[in-house]
């Protein structure tokens, strides 16, 4: 863009940023109310524990129990019969052979062993165990 001055042949050649700033500021914006909306998961009450926090890793494979006895694959809901079935024919599973365990402080201890039990016969080598460290630092 060039603009002509009053003072002869000098050409004024800046770029109005106005309204690249007001595009900008409305991405900002969307941005910080989607931020939160992005990071929801499953609700689980976790258990305490006095532990360093672990690096967040998105590739992690999770499998988190409800209290209500209900087992979520990262985000999808699996039928606790189907359980062990699911993890055995899931792709990610079989190569890492590594899963980290959600588990509700309130289930009994016979359904978090079951749901262990389960990702073993589906092959699985490692469970991670997934606490709550903030409220661990609380007491």
Same mark, same amino acid.
């Given at each position: 863009? =060039?603009? @002509?001055?009053?003072r002869? @042949?000098a /050409?004024l @050649?800046?770029? %109005?940023?106005?309204?690249? /700033?007001d595009?900008m500021?409305?991405?900002?914006?969307i941005f910080?109310v989607?931020a939160p909306?992005?990071?929801q998961?499953?609700?689980?009450?976790? $258990?305490?524990? %006095?532990t $360093?926090?672990m690096k967040?890793?998105a590739? +992690?494979?999770?499998?988190?129990?409800?209290?209500?006895?209900? =087992?979520?694959?990262? +985000?999808?809901?699996? $039928?606790w019969d +189907?359980?062990?079935? +699911?993890?055995?024919?899931?792709?990610k599973?079989?190569?890492?052979?590594e899963?980290?365990?959600?588990?509700?402080?309130?289930?009994p201890?016979?359904?978090?062993?079951?749901?262990?039990?389960?990702?073993k016969?589906?092959?699985?080598?490692?469970?991670g165990m /997934?606490?709550?460290?903030?409220? =661990?630092e =609380?007491r």
């Amino acid at each position: 863009m =060039a603009f @002509s001055t009053d003072r002869g @042949s000098a /050409v004024l @050649s800046e770029i %109005n940023v106005t309204p690249l /700033v007001d595009v900008m500021l409305v991405l900002l914006i969307i941005f910080m109310v989607t931020a939160p909306l992005i990071q929801q998961g499953v609700e689980v009450n976790l $258990p305490a524990a %006095n532990t $360093p926090a672990m690096k967040a890793d998105a590739d +992690k494979l999770v499998l988190t129990l409800t209290r209500d006895r209900r =087992a979520f694959l990262g +985000k999808t809901e699996i $039928p606790w019969d +189907k359980l062990q079935e +699911k993890l055995a024919h899931n792709a990610k599973l079989q190569i890492d052979r590594e899963l980290y365990l959600h588990a509700d402080r309130t289930l009994p201890y016979g359904t978090v062993v079951e749901a262990m039990a389960a990702a073993k016969n589906a092959g699985v080598e490692r469970v991670g165990m /997934v606490t709550d460290p903030l409220v =661990a630092e =609380a007491r």
